[in-house]
């Protein structure tokens, strides 16, 4: 969804600063982190797609293979929350049925101009069986925190054996073949390295 931050979001968590002069974004454009998630090295490609809907037909060949999404919308801005249902239509229809799927309410800081309220995103993202956080690329607030949730989320599913790295499309590849074995006694030294699309 245009001018929600969803670039502003993506470089505070790759850069822990905010982005001054962000423009909309023209197309896709791609970050990475490598973090620790449960003792685990983890890697997160994130494609950053232009929610203008003139992009929307090649934004939406990028949720083939994508593991997790963060929806973003502006807690200031009802249409931006009003366009969520065709997005989130776009990523449960193209993606991995078993994506991951994160609904953040950005720009918390400007909660004076809010026009969408914390209980109706949240009853939103319950019904439609979301994660949900409201987050802040300005001041950093919950920006880490959604993107390892994500991250956090989708290792338990490939723990669990809901999601198989090895199923082509599944948006998740072992960093090191040696290391393909997830289920591994608790306390074990051995670090697996994943890389996650989200």
């Not at 934004?59 to 999404?69: C, L, P």
């Amino acid at each position: 969804i245009a001018g929600t931050g969803k670039s502003c979001l993506l470089h505070q968590f790759i850069e822990t600063k905010f982005k001054q002069d962000s423009n909309h974004t023209i197309g896709v454009e791609f970050g990475s982190r490598v973090v620790n998630v449960g003792g685990k090295t983890v890697k997160l490609q994130i494609w950053d797609t232009a929610g203008q809907e003139r992009f929307r037909s090649v934004t939406r060949s990028y949720y083939r293979g994508a593991a997790g999404a963060l929806l973003v919308y502006d807690i200031t801005s009802r249409e931006t929350y009003n366009a969520l249902t065709n997005w989130l239509t776009d990523a449960r229809t193209l993606a991995s049925p078993n994506i991951v799927i994160i609904l953040c309410g950005n720009k918390k800081d400007l909660d004076a101009d809010r026009e969408v309220t914390f209980l109706e995103a949240s009853r939103f993202a319950q019904e439609n069986e979301l994660m949900f956080l409201e987050t802040s690329a300005l001041t950093g607030e919950n920006v880490e925190e959604a993107f390892l949730k994500t991250a956090r989320t989708i290792l338990n599913k490939m723990e669990s054996g809901e999601l198989d790295p090895e199923r082509m499309g599944s948006g998740i590849q072992y960093g090191d073949s040696s290391l393909r074995q997830l289920r591994q006694p608790r306390g074990s030294a051995a670090q697996i390295k994943q890389q996650c699309n989200c």
